[in-house]
């Protein structure tokens, strides 16, 4: 059967991935969080003082992007990200590595390097990637575009619950200044603003069940995959 390229973009916290991830496993289709990508870089830039509160050292971050590895292993069916061989995964996960990333993804080598990977990864298609400017800049030609929406205020409740869930519980009212405040930066940076693809297709999850949400998305995926 033929195989196809899967570009979910949309704003923090609207599900991208919890979406993406499912199409993947009904697919049978490789799943890559291109976000997971940033935040590993944030990561490593935060450990070694390149980045700090109020600078960025981009001497040493493009020394540090040229250099560090990036991948994904799976741990009991589910995919984490690893830096340099090392298990990551609940250590991007936090608001601070969050802000890091969304502060390394305006710097434009930075986006070249982890699109050319995220290039690389989609060669053979059968693939979900999920970002901010997968269908715009890294699979422009992607059969399959969609642009993932939810009011701020549902967006910034499900990742205070998210938080909570993990033990770093915080105001509802930060977690909502931060969601506008990335929604701010994803949309105004000069390097690969998000936006919506022109032949993307607009999905807005505010009202929808997990279980809408992959009803709707498996009808788009079986309509792009024949054509
Ligand atoms: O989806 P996320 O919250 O894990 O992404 C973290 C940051 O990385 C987010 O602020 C925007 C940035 N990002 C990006 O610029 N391009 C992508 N393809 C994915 C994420």
Request: glycine share 8%; net charge negative.
């Amino acid at each position: 059967m033929r195989k196809i390229i899967v570009a979910i973009d949309g704003y923090s916290s609207c599900g991208k991935s919890t979406m993406a991830k499912a199409l993947a496993r009904y697919a049978g289709y490789k799943y890559v969080d291109t976000g997971a990508m940033y935040r590993a870089v944030a990561l490593a830039a935060i450990r070694k003082g390149v980045i700090t509160s109020d600078s960025i050292d981009e001497e040493r971050l493009r020394g540090l992007v040229e250099t560090i590895r990036i991948d994904f292993m799976i741990v009991d069916g589910v995919q984490h990200t690893c830096l340099d061989g090392e298990d990551v995964e609940s250590l991007i996960r936090t608001l601070e590595v969050g802000n890091g990333a969304s502060r390394v993804s305006t710097i434009g080598f930075v986006r070249r390097k982890l699109v050319e990977m995220q290039q690389r990864m989609g060669d053979e298609k059968g693939i979900v990637m999920d970002g901010r400017d997968i269908g715009t800049v890294v699979f422009p030609a992607a059969e399959m575009k969609v642009f993932v929406t939810a009011r701020p205020e549902i967006r910034a409740k499900r990742r205070y619950d998210e938080l909570k869930s993990k033990g770093q519980e915080m105001p509802y009212e930060e977690v909502l200044k931060d969601v506008e405040d990335r929604d701010y930066r994803d949309t105004h940076r000069a390097e690969s603003p998000l936006r919506q693809a022109d032949d993307a297709m607009l999905f807005d999850n505010s009202d929808m069940t997990i279980e809408e949400q992959f009803d709707a998305l498996k009808k788009i995926f079986e309509k792009c995959l024949v054509g």
